[in-house]
């Protein structure tokens, strides 16, 4: 059970670094006035293989994470 807790530890530990690493990348795009004019895609794989779900047809093996910012484009859309 302790290995089960420490995995999942280690993977919400992961996505939080991300989080700040694009944060920082947003930020110096920013600073240097580059923001307005910049195309920022996001994407990944499944990530961890945690509990299976990745191996599956259900919704947690089929979808993999997309964001992407487009200057002046619309926003908050799924």
Known sequence: MESSRLRMAGYYNSLARL???VGQILEVLRE???ADNTLVIFLSDHGA????SK?????????????LHAPGGPGGEV
Do not use: C, M, Q, W
């Not at 191996?55 to 964001?67: D, S």
């Open 32 to 34: 240097s006035g580059r």
């Open 19 to 21: 989080d700040d690493s």
């Open 49 to 52: 293989h945690i509990g299976g």
């Open 55 to 67: 191996l599956t047809n259900y919704e947690a093996g089929l979808k993999v994470p997309f964001i």
